[in-house]
């Protein structure tokens, strides 16, 4: 039955998983399925299982086991109710006196109810009684006649005899009553005795009938047990023997088939035998035979080793010849490696000294540098000492020479002046040249600032402003702008920027310039711009202005790189562009029509930056030598045409003018010398005239006359009018 | 240790004797063919014997031990033998050599605590005030106080100068009660003993004369107030205490309230039984009050003077209790007033499980309440009812009861005049629960198979 139920439980195992999903599946939600299953299949197989054991108990317990179970019940239900009935039997003995305890105690109660009430009754009449015996004795005190008053104290004296004797006999009733009690407690102890040794002999009893039976009951579950044991191994013992049966046959079945096979394999293992002795011998001849083989080829093994053994001898020979060959050179080469590593190490000697060396020369040479270096810093400061008390110098020394020069000059004019105006009766203007004004010496004027420039720039369109039509002269003689730039086109792009790159200004500044005019507001961003971006002077900003316009070219020329890259383009645009960038210089309204157009604001910023950048680039390299230079470069070529202008103050015309003068003063001065001399002569003359006036009268027609230049017929006409 | 002079050794050889010489003697365990005993065996005599002066016995190895211990007499000084002695079997040998009953099973299977429990109580069972040197008890404090655990005696002598009284008493007729009250009839004062005894669990007293015979008096069963007082004290400096007995002692409602009142919250207190006293209404509203105060799981009253009012208390108190397992009101009057009141506070109440109302002048009216209590309460096994006047019809009632519930094993019910179909079918619904609760015992698996057998087992 068990077999049988195990094998359902096994299908029952082993059907499932063939039908429903399985385990290993590949979905994820399937082998939820197939565990969900499983796990169900097994809870029902458990649970058919314990209800099949539970049946099988059942049935074993009613078939098998049913005498000895039965016996048990049986006895154990008896024994528990002899044991009830015995301990109710005891118990009731107690019961019983507590009963008559609760009996004996109402009992008691209402005897002492009626006692009391007895008495409460007796008390009232014997004071009733004694009210009246006291109330005749007030009567008595009023009784004057003696037999009276006896027989009223007889009276008296009965009552209270007869109030005494009532009292009497209630104490003697209770006092009977009390030995009627105390004969009740003896009897009482006597039944409690008789209850005590009931209750003893009871229990004995009870024990001892306990006892008994249940000895007669394990008496009675031991025959049972007993029954039912003989009859367990009777049936066993029956089957056991036909099961011996059943076995003994088997193995003499076995036997016999056993035997039968004992013989087969006999004959079997005869034949083998036969058949193994042909083919043993058949091996052994051809073994021989074999072996016989192998030991020619044996002794031919031999011989080649001897062979061999003499010829390896001879190589041993050799090969030691080698070795110590070997050895020797080995030896020298040892030596060899000795000496040069001698050598190294002599070597490693000299180059750590000479490390050593040169280290220490380093040092001296370090030191010798930093000394140079010291001292060329001090002649480098002597130098600039030097440099300052020459300029100094130079410029006292020129200050000097130039007082010199100036107070010639001066006397050089007051010569001419007065040459001019006296000499020569001219009138005379003081000549005005640029140097006449120079003091000190000549240096390059400076370069206007940026905002100077910008201001004088915004001055300027001003003016446009007011009048439009003033001459581009006139402001090109204030602003030195270079050739290719209009100032019209900086303006412009100045404003641009100004506008564009607020960014750069200061948010307070902002505010405060929100009041003031437009050019103001102006000036003063730009200058906050330009302090930003690094723009000092004029030329910066002059480069600032071409690099716009270069950038903008560049755009131009991608923007037109770009148009040339699609095939339908604007011919215009381009041929525009072109011209113009072609002939910079000569269009310039056009160009700065170009600028407002093409500079796009937006590109302003990017093209601010790359300036920015370049910039940057152009000035890290040659500041460190501006320095020293400067000076240096000062341009002496103006000192000496400055000088050579000092020169010529006086024009080279008027020099020759000068020269003729001299040479006419000259002769002029002769010949008042010679007037003077004349004169004197004259003198003299007129004595001699005088003379030879009389001598004239001599002499009258003498040659000499005609000889001078001035005849003396004038002379003599001249003093004559 | 000293070898002791050949000429004892002649005397104690057995092989000396040439009468001995000749026999084997089946009765001694000890003897042998050895001629000479050991040096060894003589010693251990020697320390028998010397047992009093020179106790060694730690020393030896546990063969030796034995050895000494089978041979140690029993008439040795406690103070030697108490603290050092734990060997059961000597002191068994001493407690049947000085009673010839003792169930040892009474005292935790230790002849030991036997043997100190009995003598203790015999010493105090037989102590006079006034006469007895109370240091015989105390010197006994230190060699018995770790192994008494329970105490109890069940008789105090009065002092002796009141026999001296009596006789006074006897020859003048009209003596006083305050002059009895003058001479102190106090008794033995319990508190130092019991303040020693660190095990103590128990306290078993009655203070009362056995055996008076002839010479009965009232006064020999007087519980004093100083007595009660002291006890009361003791009582409560006791932490270890567990059971409680104080009964035939005649205690009133005051003594009982002092009692209880000590008793409040104490830590250990599982029992206390005041039965067979003289305690009315008062006194039972103060151990009602103490149930709800301490972990008491044992109340016995029996016998006292117990009266509606009084159970009306305890019920009140048990409608809201969960300590209390078993409460004892036998021979008591409680009435139908209190037995009503009582099953009320059961039908709140699910720890009682033995309750006792025999003798208590019941009724049919309780016997209704107690029908529905029966239908509801699930906690109770064990309800004795016996010797009251219930009646037929309360009988019924009470069978109505029964066939609902399936917890109670016993109900007694026993001269209540509720007649024998009644009882009888009674009997039969406890047999069947008693079987349910057996066989939930014992297999609570499978009972319904068993179930089906006693059934046809009843048929």
Redesign the interface.
């Known amino acids: 039955m068990n077999s049988l139920l195990v094998d359902e439980e096994e299908e029952e195992t082993l059907v499932p998983p063939v039908k429903e999903p399985s385990v290993n599946s590949d979905d994820p939600q399937e082998r939820i399925q197939a565990r969900r299953l499983r796990i169900a299949a097994r809870l029902e197989a458990r649970r058919r299982e314990a209800l099949g054991e539970?049946l099988d108990?059942?049935k074993e317990?009613e078939e098998d086991q049913s005498k000895s179970f039965k016996q048990k019940?049986?006895s154990r239900?008896s024994l528990?109710k002899l044991l009830l009935c015995g301990t109710?039997l005891v118990?009731?003995i107690q019961?019983?006196g507590?009963?008559r305890?609760?009996h004996r105690?109402l009992d008691e109660d209402e005897a002492k109810r009626q006692r009391v009430e007895k008495l409460e009754n007796e008390i009232k009449t014997s004071q009733e009684k004694f009210y009246d015996i006291t109330a005749k004795w007030e009567d008595s005190k009023m009784k004057r006649i003696p037999q009276d008053l006896w027989g009223l104290l007889n009276e008296q004296q009965h009552q209270c005899a007869m109030l005494i004797e009532e009292k009497n006999k209630l104490i003697s009733d209770l006092q009977q009553e009390l030995k009627g009690k105390d004969d009740q407690y003896v009897k009482d102890l006597k039944k409690q005795g008789d209850d005590i040794t009931l209750l003893l002999e009871r229990m004995e009893e009870q024990v001892k009938n306990l006892i008994n039976t249940f000895r007669q009951e394990l008496n009675h579950i031991e025959k049972a047990f007993e029954q039912e044991r003989q009859e367990l191994l009777i049936s066993n013992k029956k089957k056991w023997e036909r099961e011996m049966n059943v076995h003994n046959s088997k193995e003499l079945e076995y036997l016999m088939s056993h035997m039968k096979r004992v013989e087969d394999y006999e004959k079997q293992l005869n034949q083998q035998r036969v058949r193994d002795s042909e083919e043993y011998n058949s091996i052994k001849i051809k073994l021989e035979l074999d072996v016989q083989i192998l030991e020619q080829q044996l002794q031919q093994m031999k011989a080649t080793y001897q062979l061999n053994q003499e010829k390896l001898e001879y190589n041993f020979q050799v090969l030691k010849k080698r070795d110590e060959e070997n050895t020797i050179i080995k030896s020298q080469q040892k030596r060899k490696i000795n000496r040069l590593h001698d050598v190294l190490n002599n070597l490693r000697m000299k180059l750590a000294k000479q490390i050593k060396q040169y280290h220490e020369d380093n040092i001296t040479l370090t030191a010798d540098y930093k000394r140079i270096i010291m001292q060329f810093r001090d002649l480098q400061k002597t130098m600039r000492h030097f440099a300052i008390i020459n300029d100094k110098q130079f410029q006292e020394v020129w200050i000097i020479n130039e007082e010199e020069a100036k107070a010639l000059m001066d006397k050089a004019l007051d010569v001419d002046k007065i040459i001019q105006l006296q000499q020569l009766g001219l009138p005379w203007t003081r000549p005005d040249y640029w140097f006449m004004k120079n003091v000190g010496p000549i240096s390059h004027f400076k370069k206007k600032s940026a905002t100077e420039l910008v201001h004088e720039l915004l001055l300027m369109s001003e003016e446009e402003d007011e009048s439009q039509k003033s001459s581009l002269k006139d402001q090109k003689s204030r602003l030195f702008l270079p050739k290719h730039l209009s100032a019209k086109t900086v303006r412009l792009i100045l404003e641009i920027m100004c506008d564009e790159s607020g960014f750069l200004i200061e948010s307070k500044l902002l505010s405060l310039l929100y009041p003031l005019e437009r050019n103001e507001s102006c000036l003063l961003k730009l200058d906050s711009v330009f302090a930003a971006l690094g723009i000092e002077n004029e030329d910066d900003v002059y480069t600032l202005v071409q690099f716009f316009l270069d950038f903008r070219a560049r755009r131009a020329t991608s923007l037109q790189s770009q148009e040339a890259l699609t095939p339908v383009s604007d011919a215009e645009g381009i041929g525009s562009i072109r011209r113009e960038s072609c002939v910079p210089g000569d269009c310039q309204d056009q160009r700065h029509l170009l600028c407002s157009e093409l500079i796009h604001p937006n590109d302003v910023l990017k093209a601010l930056k790359a300036f920015v950048i370049s910039q940057q680039k152009l000035r890290e390299a040659p500041m460190p030598l501006k320095v020293v230079t400067q000076r240096e470069l000062r341009d002496v070529s103006q000192d000496s045409e400055y000088w050579d202008a000092l020169c010529f103050i006086i024009p080279l015309p008027r020099q020759k003018l000068w020269d003729a003068l001299i040479d006419a003063l000259q002769k002029y001065h002769n010949i008042l010398t010679q007037r003077a001399k004349l004169l004197s002569d004259n003198e003299f003359l007129e004595q001699q005239n005088t003379e030879l006036q009389m001598l004239l009268q001599q002499y009258i027609d003498s040659r000499i006359n005609i000889e001078l230049q001035v005849p003396p017929t004038q002379v003599f006409q001249g003093p004559m009018k | 240790m000293a070898i002791p002079p050949p000429s004892k050794i002649s005397v104690s050889n057995p092989a000396s004797n040439t009468r001995r010489m000749r026999r084997i003697i089946a009765e001694d365990p000890e003897w042998s063919l050895t001629i000479v005993p050991r040096l060894s065996e003589l010693c251990l005599q020697h320390i028998v014997s010397n047992f009093e002066k020179n106790p060694v016995l730690t020393q030896l190895n546990p063969i030796q031990q034995r050895r000494v211990l089978d041979r140690l007499s029993t008439d040795l000084p406690l103070k030697v033998v108490a603290n050092l002695v734990t060997d059961e079997s000597y002191w068994r040998r001493r407690c049947n050599q000085r009673w010839a009953v003792g169930h040892v099973e009474k005292y935790g299977n230790s002849w030991k605590r036997m043997f100190f429990e009995r003598h203790l109580q015999d010493l105090l069972k037989y102590f006079i005030p006034g006469t007895t040197d109370p240091r015989v008890i105390l010197e006994l404090v230190p060699l018995c106080q770790d192994y008494v655990v329970r105490l109890s005696v069940d008789q105090f002598l009065p002092p002796v100068k009141l026999e001296q009284q009596i006789q006074e008493m006897e020859q003048s007729d009209s003596a006083s009660e305050t002059e009895v009250e003058e001479f102190s009839m106090d008794h033995y004062q319990l508190g130092q003993l019991v303040a020693g005894l660190r095990r103590l669990e128990e306290l078993d007293l009655v203070f009362g004369v056995k055996d008076c015979g002839m010479n009965f008096e009232w006064n020999l069963f007087l519980f004093t107030t100083r007595d009660c007082l002291s006890l009361a004290s003791t009582i409560k400096a006791c932490h270890t205490l567990k059971v409680f007995k104080l009964t035939r002692s005649k205690v009133d409602d005051e003594k009982a309230r002092v009692l209880i009142r000590s008793l409040m919250d104490h830590p250990a207190l599982l029992e206390l039984d005041l039965s067979h006293n003289n305690i009315g209404d008062r006194g039972v509203r103060a151990a009602a009050k103490l149930i709800n105060h301490s972990h008491l799981q044992i109340l016995k009253l029996a016998n006292n003077k117990i009266r509606a009012l009084g159970a009306q208390a305890l019920a009140h108190a048990l409608s809201y209790n969960t300590t209390l397992l078993s409460l004892n009101l036998?021979?008591n009057?409680i009435e139908d007033e209190g037995g009503q009141a009582l099953a009320h506070a059961l039908q709140s109440n699910s720890t009682l499980t033995n309750l006792h109302l025999?003798?208590n002048?019941l009724s049919e009216p309780t016997a209704t309440v107690f029908s529905q209590v029966l239908s509801v309460n699930t906690a109770l096994t064990c309800i004795n009812l016996?010797?009251n006047h219930i009646g037929l019809d309360g009988g019924k009632q009470l069978l109505e009861g029964m066939s609902d519930n399936k917890t109670l094993m016993e109900f007694?019910l026993?001269?209540s005049e509720i007649g024998q179909e009644s009882e009888y079918l009674i009997s039969v619904a406890l047999n069947a629960n008693?079987e349910a609760a057996r066989l939930r015992t014992l297999q609570p698996t499978?009972c319904h198979?068993t179930v089906n057998?006693?059934n046809n087992?009843a048929d």
């Open positions: 539970s108990r059942k317990s019940e049986e239900l528990s109710e118990t009731n019961i019983a507590d009963m305890e609760t105690r | 036998r021979l009057c025999g003798g002048e016996s010797c007694d026993r001269m008693r499978c198979i057998h006693i087992a």
